[in-house]
């Protein structure tokens, strides 16, 4: 762990083994810390916000540090798109391509630091003068899952340290390693002792007492919804800022006028990239019922052919799960399915190759017959599951896409641009794809409606979440106004 400028484990001196989820070898040993070493953490925060001058520092000067983290992140790319792979199993392209992200993120908020110089607004008061400012909000606990450990990350680090607040970050504690490797770049780049902190532990403990504690004004999450929820109640006890990256059942629709190719390929990748563990997955396909079986039949014939196998081995197209636990709730899911009566078109059983009997690998599945009311269909499986629908029109395709408690993303397919419009007009999701699935980029907000979350992260609306926003009023004539005689 790294607190107050100082690398230490756990004041317990509790560990936990690091497992590669391909082939459950241990890779690490982590420090398993506790709300003890949590608040040693706040408290290294607290004073290097309250009493050091980093929330002060001209904002260009924090911008260079910032943006000297993105530099180092590229000079360290393959190392740290290694260490993502032997953590999470993803292919060694797909942490490649993480790692170049990751670095874009902190060059974006690096760039970013000094780029709102606050407004001076007319104001209705007569010889008055009024500016509005952001300010930083203070300490921020940011709680980061397993699926895109860096990445997850980088989108909290980079705004929070950019905008002048301190920092306790705690990764999931199966997939720490690359999160700690930043905070040896984020030492390296000379970000003064106390303002950015990192815990490592258990979500029970550490991350509970980062939502719960005082002295953090601000707790960032991303993660399940259940654990959201909780962090939400725990906010409330002094009334944190809150910030919230939850799940999505994520709709991806396809009209029979789209390239049909090309929808079926993206389609694959909509939900079985990662292994389906992505919080923006397609999982849920949305076909025109003139072309379901055609489209199934073609998705089928590929999904069959997808490679599973080592992260490192350039030909794997996808690695493991992530855990035991992990493909055991999937396995639960695919039960769930077939006993609501979903047809079963492709997977739903482990591979039977011996050399993947070692890691938690699971078949790409894929459901056909599949109703709204199903729920398979409702529910965030986070897995390489695709439930299968048929619409007639595009009212009857945008109701069932928002047939959902979450709202984080969609996609739609079809060469009719008006009709494309018409369907992402009316998408209850924080980001609509229109013949695309997937991309995100720095420069664009990120995030849910509903019960996909709270806030955006990314964008210029990913530094405004850590800022409170000041009102300053000078009277410029200051006389008695006689109210009281
Ligand atoms: P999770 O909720 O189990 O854990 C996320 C983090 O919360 C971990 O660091 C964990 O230790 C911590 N945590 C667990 N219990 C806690 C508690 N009581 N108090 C405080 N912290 C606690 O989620 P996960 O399984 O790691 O990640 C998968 C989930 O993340 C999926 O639901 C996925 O959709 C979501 N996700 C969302 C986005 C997004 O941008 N919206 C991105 C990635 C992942």
């Known amino acids: 762990m790294f607190i107050n400028g100082e690398w230490m484990n756990a004041q317990s001196g509790e560990t936990r083994d690091i497992v590669n989820p391909y082939n459950q070898t241990v890779i690490a040993t982590a ?26 520092l001209p904002a260009n000067e924090r911008g260079e540090l ?25 292919t060694v392209q797909e942490s490649r391509d993480d790692m170049a992200d990751i670095a874009n993120v902190f060059l974006y908020f690096g760039g970013l630091a000094d780029k709102d110089g606050g407004d001076v607004i007319q104001s ?21 899952p397993w699926n895109y450990p860096l990445l997850q990350a980088a989108w909290k680090i980079a705004p929070a340290l950019a905008a002048g607040n301190t920092i306790v970050v705690k990764p999931s504690e199966i997939t720490p390693l ?45 993660g399940g919804i259940e654990t959201g929820k909780t962090i939400m109640r725990s906010a409330s006890h002094n009334v944190k800022n809150i910030a919230l ?21 993206q389609a694959l990748n909509a939900v079985f990239f990662h292994a389906g563990q992505v919080c923006s997955a397609g999982a849920r396909l949305l ?49 769930i399915g077939q006993k609501e009566g979903a047809v079963l078109a492709a997977g739903g059983q482990r591979p039977d190759d011996p050399e993947l009997q070692h890691g938690f690998f ?19 499986v986070f897995g390489p599951v695709l439930t299968v629908e048929t619409f007639q029109s595009k009212e009857e395709a945008v109701k069932l896409a928002n047939d959902t408690i979450y709202g984080l993303a969609g996609g739609v397919w079809t060469q009719d641009l008006d009709k494309a419009e018409f369907v992402a007009a009316r998408l209850r999701m924080g980001t609509v794809w229109i ?51």
């Open 435 to 485: 013949n695309d699935f997937h991309p995100y980029f720095a420069q664009a907000p990120w995030g849910g409606y509903k019960q996909s979350g709270i806030g955006r992260e990314l964008g210029h609306e990913g530094i405004e979440e850590y800022t409170e926003v000041k009102h300053i009023y000078r009277n410029k004539q200051p006389e008695p106004i006689h109210w009281f005689q």
């Open 362 to 380: 699971y078949l790409p599945t894929i459901f056909t017959n599949c109703t709204s009311d199903m729920r398979i269909v409702q529910e965030e």
């Open 31 to 56: 420090a398993e810390g506790n709300e003890k070493d949590t608040r040693a953490a706040i408290q290294a925060a607290r004073l290097a916000f309250d009493e050091s001058s980093w929330s002060v």
């Open 287 to 335: 076909v025109e019922e003139s072309i379901h079986d055609a489209f199934v039949e073609a998705l089928v014939e590929r999904t069959k052919r997808i490679k599973l196998g080592d992260g490192f081995d350039e030909n794997t197209q996808s690695g493991p799960m992530i855990s035991a636990e992990h493909r055991a709730k999937v396995e639960h899911y695919v039960e």
């Open 245 to 265: 990256e939850l799940g999505g059942k994520n709709p991806n629709i396809v009209f029979a006028d789209a390239d049909f190719t090309t929808a079926v390929d």
């Open 178 to 222: 690359t999160t700690v490797k930043v905070f040896e770049l984020i030492e390296e780049a000379g970000i003064p002792k106390g303002v950015a902190n990192l815990v490592l532990g258990p979500g029970a403990s550490t991350g509970a007492e980062l939502s719960v504690n005082h002295d953090v004004d601000l707790i960032s999450f991303t």
């Open 66 to 90: 910032v943006y000297q983290i993105g530099t180092l992140i590229r000079r360290d790319l393959q190392k740290l798109a290694e260490l993502e792979t032997w953590d999470t199993g993803k």
């Open 124 to 144: 209705p008061m007569p010889a008055a003068e009024s500016k509005v400012v952001r300010e930083p909000v203070g300490v921020c606990g940011q709680i980061t």
